[in-house]
């Protein structure tokens, strides 16, 4: 069992909808959790950063952390496609951060 | 915003050659660096991490010999493939981590060197 499970996709949406992204883990003393989103070819680029349990909200995006059910999610509402990319979740329990395998995003126009 | 910078951003060698990729924080020091590769819609693979001032910690089935890394400054550190091959062509990615950041886990990324070996 790998210790962060992320759906590959693809997800394609129209312009506008809410997406939905997920990841689960195993490691019960992971702490911090990341969204990045990854253009192609270019690196990975830091969106939320969540400590512990709880939700956090930045513009159109929301973290969601459950550590009960050991879940992680990202919201992106009213979707644009200009957010068609590579969502890699990521967790750490202080050092080692391991990366979920991306979910590819594509927002339709 | 934390800023990590890359050089160069793409190289293409002949087999048998070596190439430095280097990686740099800008705009904060960062004790920690790491590298990761990348192949074509997969996720990151950690290949090593890089301490400032002492030798760096390779994953398992990474060649530390065939991949060197040094990290001789906060700001700074390198990535030389040695004696490369064709299927050493990869998307290679360093990060650094913050040492003054309340972050434990947060990683800023460089944008990335894509190699190609002939």
């Known amino acids: 069992q790998k210790e962060v499970e992320q759906d590959p996709g693809p997800l394609s949406v129209p312009e506008g909808a809410i997406v939905s992204l997920n990841c689960t883990y195993s490691?019960?003393?992971?702490?911090?959790f990341m969204w990045y989103r990854q253009y192609s070819r270019k690196g990975p680029e830091l969106l939320m950063y969540t400590y512990s349990s709880g939700n956090k909200e930045d513009g159109r995006f929301t973290a969601q952390v459950d550590k009960s059910s050991k879940y992680i999610s990202l919201f992106i509402r009213d979707s644009q496609p200009s957010d068609s990319a590579t969502y890699l979740c990521a967790m750490s329990e202080g050092f080692k951060t391991i990366f979920g395998a991306g979910t590819r995003l594509f927002v339709k126009a | 915003g934390a800023v990590v910078s890359q050089h160069p951003s793409w190289v293409i060698c002949k087999s048998g050659t070596s190439v430095k990729i280097e990686c740099r924080s800008l705009d904060f020091q960062a004790t920690t660096m790491f590298w990761y590769r990348q192949f074509p819609k997969q996720s990151l693979m950690l290949m090593a991490t890089s301490n400032e001032g002492s030798k760096a910690t390779y994953e398992q089935g990474v060649e530390k010999d065939k991949f060197l890394i040094n990290h001789a400054s906060l700001t700074l550190s390198t990535l030389t493939v040695t004696s490369a091959h064709p299927e050493d062509s990869s998307f290679y990615i360093c990060?650094?981590?913050?040492?003054?950041?309340?972050?434990?886990?947060?990683?800023?990324f460089g944008p990335g060197t894509r190699l190609t070996v002939l």
């Open positions: 490691n019960s003393a992971f702490q911090y």
């Open positions: 990060s650094a981590r913050d040492t003054q950041g309340l972050a434990m886990g947060e990683q800023f």
